[in-house]
């Protein structure tokens, strides 16, 4: 039976009505429209859903719509904006890292969280925090390049 819940999602609060175990990744996008966070696997192995609720990183593919109600949701467009890049944003542009760009999302969100508690994360804290997220076009190099960038940009 489908209940209403209160997304507040990069600062705008919306209602969506759903069954309470339906992945918080299918509200954002089919009910809410964002074209990001994406669906990769649906089963949390690739990291392309990731969003942040109340700061924390989380795949959306596999949360339910209630953990997320009345919970602060950010996607990568509350992260910054073209006008104000978040730092790892403007770093990815700099570095030219995205290819497809399908990944990217989850990269972003991820290394975001991450920096967030440990801004002067070290190369392997960074590989750690970063080890279960995916990118088929290998540009796992040039992201390492982006985040200590965007890493110095704040230092
Ligand atoms: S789509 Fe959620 S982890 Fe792959
Ligand atoms: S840029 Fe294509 S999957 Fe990562």
Redesign the pocket.
């Known amino acids: 039976m489908n209940k209403k819940f209160s997304l507040n999602v990069n600062g705008h609060v919306h209602t969506v009505e759903a069954d309470e175990q339906m992945p918080l990744?299918y509200a954002l996008r089919d009910d809410l429209g964002l074209n990001n966070p994406?669906?990769?696997?649906?089963?949390?192995?690739?990291?392309?859903?990731?969003v942040h609720l109340d700061g924390e990183a989380v795949?959306?593919?596999?949360m339910p719509v209630s953990a997320a109600a009345n919970k602060t949701v950010t996607t990568i467009a509350g992260l910054g904006t073209p006008e104000k890049p978040h730092p790892l944003q403007a770093a990815y542009v700099a570095e030219g890292v995205p290819q497809c760009g399908y990944c990217i999302n989850?990269w972003v969100m991820t290394a975001a969280a991450l920096l967030q508690k440990n801004p002067k994360a070290t190369d392997a804290e960074l590989r750690d925090g970063l080890a279960g997220l995916k990118c088929r076009c290998g540009t796992h190099v040039a992201i390492m390049r982006a985040i200590k960038r965007a890493q110095s940009s704040q230092a």
């Open positions: 990744l994406h669906f990769g696997c649906g089963l949390a192995q690739c990291g392309a859903c990731t795949r959306s593919c596999v989850g």
